[in-house]
């Protein structure tokens, strides 16, 4: 295999999406919503509402990317992706961590509204990229990342590496409350391809990017199905965010 590539103390992440979930114990109310404006000191540039359904999504430009907020009847969901375009390039909002400071402050003047639904699971979910100049390389990333997996070999292809390692919260004290710290490993590529309607085949126009990708989903215990105390939210997303900093700065940690 070729010489792993030096991540040095602070891989360069790239932020390809972030999201928010929080696992509502009721119905979030969407008659007459205005969350999305309220947290982003505009209207969306698009709604979608299913009324009898319960759900509703508003979506719109956010810094340099797509703020989506979702709700339905047992989840609120917000999600910030990069505006898609059609080259062959893998699409970013920008470096990690310092593209999720935006994103975090709006989840945090979510959590500390008087009017957000009762949750009872809150889950932070990032896509991370890495860019690498071979499924070689990739690998190599990924076994300095991720110590205690070996990929010997020329031959190793398609890697998928999933694990969980769940800690006990140390800002939600008194109730033992675990938290899961689920990360996904793995080689992503892109390519531009060419469809027709009614065609027999694609046809690819460009040669793809290949970045390692990080998947983390940082998530509170699903035994856990009582109301989360409203005030200790913030600190505990906080806490999320700091798990997510360090998984994707030292790999994968006991």
Known sequence: MEKPKDLGTQPTWQAQSLRFTGFALKPPAIADQTWWRELTGRPPR???SEPEAGRQQDEGPFENGELVLALEPSR???????VLEPTARLEVLGPYPR????????VQAFLRRPDTPPLHRIALGCVLHYP?????EGYQVIMQMAPGLRLDGENVSDVFFQINRSRISTS????????????????????????????????????GELAVRLELDI???????KELDRDKLPPLFEEFVQLADEIAMKGDQP
Not at 219 to 225: A, K, L, S
């Open 46 to 48: 698009k709604r979608t």
């Open 219 to 225: 998530n509170t215990d699903g035994n856990f199905q």
């Open 76 to 82: 609120i969901d917000l999600k910030l992706c990069p």
């Open 132 to 136: 690498v100049a071979t499924l070689q």
């Open 172 to 207: 939600y004290p008194g109730d033992g409350l675990r938290i899961n710290r689920l990360t996904k490993w793995g080689v992503a590529q892109i390519h531009l391809v060419s469809i027709v309607a009614g065609g027999p085949s694609v046809r690819q126009l460009l040669p």
């Open 99 to 106: 593209a999720c400071v935006p994103f975090v402050s709006t």
